[in-house]
């Protein structure tokens, strides 16, 4: 089994940056990918960023390309989400996410391990 743990939510004003951090422990061997999902109040988990344990290939949603940057360290089994010029909009609950294959998806349903969220509030 893998557990995943996120930390580094907070509150922050409209323009600040905040860094999520995703330790995985366990048999953190058994993903391959990870990603970095969110969840608003009322709407469906989404797509925020992915990135192989392999490979330096990064993915991300539209909506942060270009704010947001997804990071590891394979020696820490770590997995990174820089957020910066946060936006209202960007406020959910980050979810972090493992999957057994060696691709990544959009699709929250494709993930076989998540971490328990953390919460992202921006206010303006």
């Known amino acids: 089994q893998v557990q995943l743990v996120e930390s580094g939510g907070g509150l922050v004003q409209a323009g600040g940056s905040l860094k999520l951090s995703c330790a995985a422990s366990?048999?953190?061997?058994?993903?391959?990918?990870m990603g970095w999902f969110r969840q608003a109040p009322g709407k469906e988990r989404e797509f925020v960023a992915g990135i192989l344990w392999s490979a330096d290939n990064t993915y991300y949603a539209d909506s942060v390309k270009g704010r947001f940057t997804i990071s590891r360290d394979n020696a820490k089994n770590t997995v990174f989400l820089q957020m910066n010029s946060l936006k209202p909009e960007d406020t959910a609950v980050y979810y972090c996410a493992g999957r057994r294959y060696s691709s990544v998806t959009y699709y929250f349903m494709d993930y076989d391990y998540w971490g328990q969220g953390t919460q992202v509030t921006v206010f303006s």
């Open positions: 366990g048999r953190a061997s058994s993903t391959y990918a």
